[in-house]
């Protein structure tokens, strides 16, 4: 579904990531892990768009996405969840939503009742600003956002980051209910091992605007040896 070879970005005069091989195969449920600094949201915000590719090859299921910019690219079924969540703290729960599925070129219509069904903290608060939830409740709305658009593939960028345990088991559900029911693609940046490995089969080690290692998660979560050499743990 997903396929990266060579793949280099940044900013500016600064280089990123360095040459990143990647695959993602339709339904498949894939961790970016790795210290800080080392390139995972620079590789998320290039695969959504936000960020250009200098070099390399990006496909999404067999499209050069290289020259699409970052609407096109969610119109042709790829969603971001970024860090920081992003959402509209002036438009209300509905709205926001409404503009995730416009911007996507969905009928906000069709998806609402179902979003609202797997979410119903939302159906509760639709009248309510953004900016007036919590950090777990605006982290649900991003997701819940990303969702109407009827993605194939989302990207998530730090889900767990500042999220109270009770919010981080309904995302890991959420997150188990699309992808066995809709078979959507999950890719994940997450500092959080345990979380990580409750949301992704795949662990991709990334160290430098590299990926260094791909590794079955529950291995690496159950072997401090592999924290160590991989995570610097």
């Given amino acids: 579904m997903l396929q990266a070879t060579d793949l280099r970005a940044g900013y500016g005069t600064a280089a990123v990531l360095h040459g990143v091989d990647l695959s993602l195969e339709a339904g498949e449920r894939v961790a970016v892990l790795g210290r800080n600094g080392v390139g995972k949201t620079t590789l998320m915000r290039t695969i959504s768009g936000a960020v250009g590719c200098t070099g390399g090859n990006l496909t999404f299921e067999g499209t050069d996405l290289t020259p699409l910019k970052p609407y096109e690219r969610a119109r042709m079924g790829i969603a971001h969840v970024p860090q920081g969540r992003d959402i509209f703290p002036k438009l209300t729960v509905a709205e926001n939503l409404k503009v995730g599925a416009a911007a996507a070129g969905r009928s906000s219509n069709s998806s609402l009742d179902e979003i609202y069904e797997e979410f119903p903290l939302l ?3 639709r009248r309510a600003k953004g900016g ?14 990303a969702l109407v658009s ?3 593939l989302l990207l998530l960028d730090e889900p767990s980051e500042g999220i109270q345990p009770s919010i981080l088991d309904q995302i890991a559900e959420v997150i188990d209910h699309i992808n066995s029911t809709r078979g ?6 997450e500092q959080n091992l345990d979380f990580a490995a409750r949301i992704a089969r ?3 080690i990334m160290d430098k605007g590299e990926i260094i290692e791909s590794l079955d998660i529950a291995e690496l979560r159950n072997d401090r040896q592999l924290q160590r050499k991989f995570m610097a743990l």
Wanted: a positive charge; proline letters at 3%.
């Fill in 150 to 152: 009827e993605p194939r």
């Fill in 132 to 145: 007036s939830l919590s950090g777990g409740q605006q982290q649900i709305l991003a997701l819940a956002r």
């Fill in 202 to 204: 795949r662990g991709l």
């Fill in 184 to 189: 959507i693609a999950v890719l994940v940046v």
């Fill in 123 to 125: 159906a509760t608060r």
